[in-house]
DNA sequence: ATGACAATCAGAGATTGA
């Protein structure tokens, strides 16, 4: 089973580059983030057509989730628990249901910036409601797994330029502790696991020519819980879709799991 | 220190992003 995780900055702005993707790569489940659309106006029927059920938890304007699936999905949850005041469209659940069923989370983790701030402290608040449920997924015992934009560069070798973001709410180090914190509940880091050293990238700014000078950062995870770690055969960045015209400042993120 | 770039909503320019 192949998953892809995609921020793709605007499903209707990118939606002819997207319908190329899913055509090509052909997914059995994407995890899509930022789809900036309400539930009403997502493209579902020409995805549909390609053989995908699709399932949205959309808001106006910004954020929004949402998950394709060639397999059937179960139990589809929309919206993180822990603070019912939070209106943000930024977490969905279901179970995939191939040979091993595997409950998958979408997730789009706030920014946080500027630092400090309002939108500093709901992103840490946001990741503790988070860890809660990662605890929650874990006592399950069953294969699980958490993927999106993090929006969290966990090390220095995760970005070009680790001095620039020094100060930043991807990287400060309260930050990357509370990321942390979530992966010694006891989950794998899917790429990290596969492949060591820096210089491998999941985002680059549209700005200042940084795709050419590969000035990017790597903030597009998958945190495997234990019973899906060991199903885990492989994991890639397809960064080649960032030289696309008209792309996403984020390229897909791939795990293939034996299940 | 700032802006560069892009998408959205709205129908100009502010807001958000990372």
Same mark, same amino acid.
């Given at each position: 089973m192949k998953i892809a995780t995609f921020n793709i900055n605007g499903v209707k702005?990118?939606? !002819?580059?997207?319908?190329?993707?899913? !055509? !090509?790569s052909r997914p059995d489940v994407a995890l899509l983030q930022e789809i900036k659309s309400v539930d009403e106006n997502f493209p579902r029927e020409v995805i549909e057509d390609l053989g995908y059920t699709v399932e949205t938890h959309g808001q106006k304007g910004f954020n929004g989730v949402a998950i394709l699936s060639r397999l059937p999905l179960e139990d589809v949850t929309r919206g993180l628990p822990g603070d019912d005041s939070d209106e943000q469209a930024r977490w969905i659940e279901a179970t995939v249901m191939g040979d091993i069923p595997v409950r998958v989370c979408g997730l789009y983790l706030p920014n946080g910036n500027p630092v400090p701030g309002p939108k500093y402290d709901y992103k840490l608040a946001w990741m503790k409601r988070l860890k809660a449920r990662a605890e929650a997924l874990l006592s399950e015992e069953t294969p699980c797994l958490m993927t999106g934009d993090y929006n969290v560069i966990p090390q220095d070798e995760d970005a070009k330029r680790p001095e620039a973001w020094q100060k930043d709410a991807l990287a400060l180090p309260e930050t990357r502790s509370a990321f942390r914190e979530i992966l010694n509940l006891g989950f794998t880091e899917a790429f990290?696991?596969?492949?060591? +050293?820096? +210089?491998?990238?999941?985002?680059w700014d549209y700005q200042a020519g940084a795709w050419d000078r590969n000035d990017g950062i790597r903030i597009d995870h998958f945190l495997l819980g234990p019973e899906c770690a060991d199903l885990l055969k492989d994991c890639w960045i397809e960064s080649e879709l960032r030289a696309r015209t008209k792309p996403s400042d984020h390229v897909p993120v791939w795990v293939e799991l034996d299940a």
């Amino acid at each position: 089973m192949k998953i892809a995780t995609f921020n793709i900055n605007g499903v209707k702005a990118r939606i !002819e580059t997207l319908l190329k993707w899913l !055509e !090509e790569s052909r997914p059995d489940v994407a995890l899509l983030q930022e789809i900036k659309s309400v539930d009403e106006n997502f493209p579902r029927e020409v995805i549909e057509d390609l053989g995908y059920t699709v399932e949205t938890h959309g808001q106006k304007g910004f954020n929004g989730v949402a998950i394709l699936s060639r397999l059937p999905l179960e139990d589809v949850t929309r919206g993180l628990p822990g603070d019912d005041s939070d209106e943000q469209a930024r977490w969905i659940e279901a179970t995939v249901m191939g040979d091993i069923p595997v409950r998958v989370c979408g997730l789009y983790l706030p920014n946080g910036n500027p630092v400090p701030g309002p939108k500093y402290d709901y992103k840490l608040a946001w990741m503790k409601r988070l860890k809660a449920r990662a605890e929650a997924l874990l006592s399950e015992e069953t294969p699980c797994l958490m993927t999106g934009d993090y929006n969290v560069i966990p090390q220095d070798e995760d970005a070009k330029r680790p001095e620039a973001w020094q100060k930043d709410a991807l990287a400060l180090p309260e930050t990357r502790s509370a990321f942390r914190e979530i992966l010694n509940l006891g989950f794998t880091e899917a790429f990290r696991a596969r492949v060591p +050293g820096g +210089g491998h990238y999941s985002f680059w700014d549209y700005q200042a020519g940084a795709w050419d000078r590969n000035d990017g950062i790597r903030i597009d995870h998958f945190l495997l819980g234990p019973e899906c770690a060991d199903l885990l055969k492989d994991c890639w960045i397809e960064s080649e879709l960032r030289a696309r015209t008209k792309p996403s400042d984020h390229v897909p993120v791939w795990v293939e799991l034996d299940a």
